[in-house]
Protein backbone atom coordinates (compact mmCIF):
# COMPACT_ATOMS: atom_id res chain seq x y z
CA UNK A 1 0.00 0.00 0.00
CA UNK A 2 1.46 3.44 -0.58
CA UNK A 3 0.65 6.75 1.17
CA UNK A 4 0.01 9.72 -1.56
CA UNK A 5 -1.22 13.03 -0.93
CA UNK A 6 -3.80 14.19 -3.44
CA UNK A 7 -2.92 17.53 -5.61
CA UNK A 8 -6.40 17.50 -7.33
CA UNK A 9 -10.03 16.12 -6.48
CA UNK A 10 -10.19 12.50 -7.31
CA UNK A 11 -14.08 11.27 -6.78
CA UNK A 12 -14.32 8.22 -4.66
CA UNK A 13 -10.58 9.29 -2.89
CA UNK A 14 -10.61 12.53 -1.63
CA UNK A 15 -9.52 16.62 -2.14
CA UNK A 16 -6.67 18.32 -2.77
CA UNK A 17 -4.60 18.13 0.39
CA UNK A 18 -6.09 14.42 1.58
CA UNK A 19 -3.40 11.88 2.72
CA UNK A 20 -4.63 8.73 1.43
CA UNK A 21 -3.40 5.09 1.40
CA UNK A 22 -3.94 3.48 -2.01
CA UNK A 23 -2.50 0.35 -3.80
CA UNK A 24 0.85 0.76 -5.20
CA UNK A 25 -0.29 -0.02 -8.57
CA UNK A 26 -3.08 2.23 -8.64
CA UNK A 27 -0.87 4.95 -7.28
CA UNK A 28 2.14 4.40 -9.69
CA UNK A 29 0.23 3.67 -12.52
CA UNK A 30 -2.98 6.16 -12.48
CA UNK A 31 -3.04 8.58 -9.80
CA UNK A 32 1.07 10.23 -10.26
CA UNK A 33 1.44 9.91 -13.85
CA UNK A 34 -1.72 12.03 -14.62
CA UNK A 35 -0.40 14.85 -11.43
CA UNK A 36 -3.36 14.02 -9.16
CA UNK A 37 -0.91 12.63 -6.63
CA UNK A 38 2.74 13.04 -5.14
CA UNK A 39 4.13 10.52 -2.72
CA UNK A 40 4.05 11.32 0.82
CA UNK A 41 6.79 12.28 2.60
CA UNK A 42 7.53 13.87 6.03
CA UNK A 43 8.63 17.32 4.13
CA UNK A 44 5.34 16.56 1.94
CA UNK A 45 3.25 18.00 5.15
CA UNK A 46 4.21 21.06 4.37
CA UNK A 47 2.68 20.46 0.82
CA UNK A 48 -0.35 19.12 2.63
CA UNK A 49 -0.84 22.62 4.29
CA UNK A 50 0.01 25.22 1.62
CA UNK A 51 -3.14 23.22 -0.60
CA UNK A 52 -5.36 23.16 1.97
CA UNK A 53 -4.72 27.14 2.89
CA UNK A 54 -5.01 27.53 -1.11
CA UNK A 55 -8.20 25.93 -1.23
CA UNK A 56 -9.69 27.52 1.64
CA UNK A 57 -8.57 31.32 0.13
CA UNK A 58 -10.18 30.03 -3.49
CA UNK A 59 -13.41 29.27 -1.50
CA UNK A 60 -13.71 32.66 0.47
CA UNK A 61 -12.94 34.14 -2.70
CA UNK A 62 -15.69 32.42 -4.21
CA UNK A 63 -18.14 32.87 -1.60
CA UNK A 64 -17.72 36.60 -1.68
CA UNK A 65 -17.92 36.80 -5.51
CA UNK A 66 -21.17 34.99 -5.10
CA UNK A 67 -22.56 36.88 -2.52
CA UNK A 68 -21.43 39.88 -4.45
CA UNK A 69 -23.46 38.56 -7.56
CA UNK A 70 -26.63 37.80 -5.13
CA UNK A 71 -26.74 40.94 -3.99
CA UNK A 72 -26.88 42.51 -7.30
CA UNK A 73 -29.34 40.04 -7.95
CA UNK A 74 -31.50 40.73 -5.64
CA UNK A 75 -31.68 43.85 -6.46
CA UNK A 76 -32.93 43.63 -10.19
CA UNK A 77 -34.93 42.12 -12.07
CA UNK A 78 -33.90 40.05 -15.28
CA UNK A 79 -36.14 39.03 -17.97
CA UNK A 80 -35.58 35.92 -20.35
CA UNK A 81 -37.02 36.40 -23.74
CA UNK A 82 -38.24 33.31 -24.94
CA UNK A 83 -40.73 32.15 -27.96
CA UNK A 84 -43.85 31.53 -26.99
CA UNK A 85 -47.10 30.71 -28.80
CA UNK A 86 -50.57 32.84 -29.67
CA UNK A 87 -51.20 31.67 -26.10
CA UNK A 88 -48.51 32.64 -24.19
CA UNK A 89 -47.25 28.39 -24.27
CA UNK A 90 -43.39 28.56 -25.04
CA UNK A 91 -41.79 26.84 -27.49
CA UNK A 92 -39.36 24.47 -26.09
CA UNK A 93 -38.15 25.08 -22.55
CA UNK A 94 -36.34 27.92 -20.82
CA UNK A 95 -32.47 26.47 -19.48
CA UNK A 96 -30.07 27.43 -16.99
CA UNK A 97 -27.93 29.10 -19.98
CA UNK A 98 -31.02 31.01 -21.65
CA UNK A 99 -31.37 32.65 -17.33
CA UNK A 100 -26.70 32.80 -17.27
CA UNK A 101 -27.11 34.59 -20.74
CA UNK A 102 -29.92 36.87 -19.56
CA UNK A 103 -27.98 37.58 -16.32
CA UNK A 104 -25.11 38.24 -18.00
CA UNK A 105 -27.00 40.57 -20.62
CA UNK A 106 -28.76 42.58 -17.72
CA UNK A 107 -25.05 43.60 -17.10
CA UNK A 108 -24.72 41.97 -13.67
CA UNK A 109 -21.88 39.77 -14.17
CA UNK A 110 -21.18 36.52 -15.42
CA UNK A 111 -22.56 33.41 -14.19
CA UNK A 112 -21.80 29.99 -14.69
CA UNK A 113 -24.65 27.85 -15.68
CA UNK A 114 -23.64 25.28 -13.69
CA UNK A 115 -24.02 27.15 -10.70
CA UNK A 116 -27.88 28.16 -11.76
CA UNK A 117 -30.41 25.66 -10.20
CA UNK A 118 -34.00 26.19 -11.73
CA UNK A 119 -35.76 23.62 -9.54
CA UNK A 120 -38.17 22.51 -12.43
CA UNK A 121 -38.25 22.76 -16.07
CA UNK A 122 -39.70 26.35 -17.37
CA UNK A 123 -41.97 25.23 -20.00
Known sequence: MAKIILTQEVTGLGVAGDVVT???GY???YLMPRGFAVTWTKGGEKQVESIKAARAARAKATLEEAKATAAKLAETTVTVAHKAGAEGRLFGTVK???VADAIEAAGIGS???RAINLGSAIK
Open 22 to 24: VKN
Open 27 to 29: ARN
Open 111 to 113: VDK
Open 96 to 98: AKH
